[in-house]
């Protein structure tokens, strides 16, 4: 069974920074795509970040030239650098995977997903 665990969440002020992980068991983690989306209090999960076939990464606009997704196979870990952090980012953030061809990141569809980590950024 495939386990995701997202930690790394936390407080920080707008203009400042953070990186979530996501660490991945019970699978071979180089065989995923994988990516990040979010959900904020009375508003719809969207998408942030992924990491097609390919290698191929995505950004959704709010965050593209803030956000960096990045893996590392060798410590079976999804990183997600979150720079210049605005109020508007404050969410869940949740990680999710699947096997590559198997996955939709516009759709949402993943097999795995994790727990979550709470982001929050005050102005």
């Known amino acids: 069974q495939v386990q995701l665990a997202e930690s790394g969440g936390g407080s920080v002020q707008a203009g400042g920074s953070l990186r979530i992980s996501c660490a991945v068991s019970?699978?071979?983690?180089?065989?995923?795509?994988m990516g990040w989306f979010r959900q904020a209090p009375g508003k719809e999960r969207e998408g942030v970040a992924a990491i097609l076939s390919g290698g191929i990464t995505i950004y959704a606009d709010s965050v593209k030239g803030r956000f960096t997704i990045s893996k590392d196979n060798a410590k079976n870990t999804l990183y997600l650098q979150m720079n210049s952090l605005k109020p508007e980012d404050t969410a869940m953030y949740y990680c999710a995977a699947d096997y590559c061809g198997y996955s939709d990141y516009e759709q949402q569809k993943y097999k795995y997903w994790g727990q979550g980590t709470q982001v929050t950024v005050s102005s």
């Open positions: 019970g699978s071979t983690y180089s065989g995923y795509c």
